[in-house]
């Protein structure tokens, strides 16, 4: 079992930034890889960025490439999802997600991923 709790959420103005973090509770975490996904009101969750078990491979969604950047610390049990150059379409509740997946390449999809944490809001202002 792995409990996962987020922080760092806020308002921000246009081209702002914020750094998210995750904390994880459980041994198991370094073992697998991490995600964070958002959610804006009125549409499904959208994956965001992923990083595999090791820290070795990331994956972004194109919206986000070159402006937001994941990372983890497994001695820390932690993933930090860096934000810059922030956008009022990124407004959204954000979530962190762990799941036991081993692959080189981190997964992108929800049901790749097992566990949750309870979500952060991030506002972005005009």
């Known amino acids: 079992q792995v409990q996962l709790v987020e922080s760092g959420g806020g308002l921000v103005q246009t081209g702002g930034s914020l750094r998210l973090s995750c904390a994880a509770s459980?041994?198991?975490?370094?073992?697998?890889?991490m995600a964070w996904f958002r959610q804006a009101p009125g549409k499904e969750r959208e994956f965001v960025a992923a990083?595999?078990?090791?820290?070795?491979?990331?994956s972004y969604v194109d919206s986000v490439k070159g402006r937001f950047a994941i990372f983890r610390d497994n001695a820390k049990n932690t993933g930090d999802l860096q934000m810059n150059s922030l956008k009022p379409e990124d407004t959204a509740v954000y979530y962190c997600?762990?799941?036991?997946?081993?692959?080189?390449?981190?997964?992108?999809?929800?049901?790749?991923?097992?566990?949750w944490g309870q979500g952060t809001q991030v506002t972005v202002s005009s």
């Open positions: 997600a762990t799941g036991p997946s081993r692959t080189e390449v981190p997964g992108t999809r929800p049901s790749e991923y097992t566990y």
């Open positions: 459980g041994r198991t975490f370094s073992s697998y890889a």
């Open positions: 990083i595999n078990w090791v820290g070795t491979r990331r």
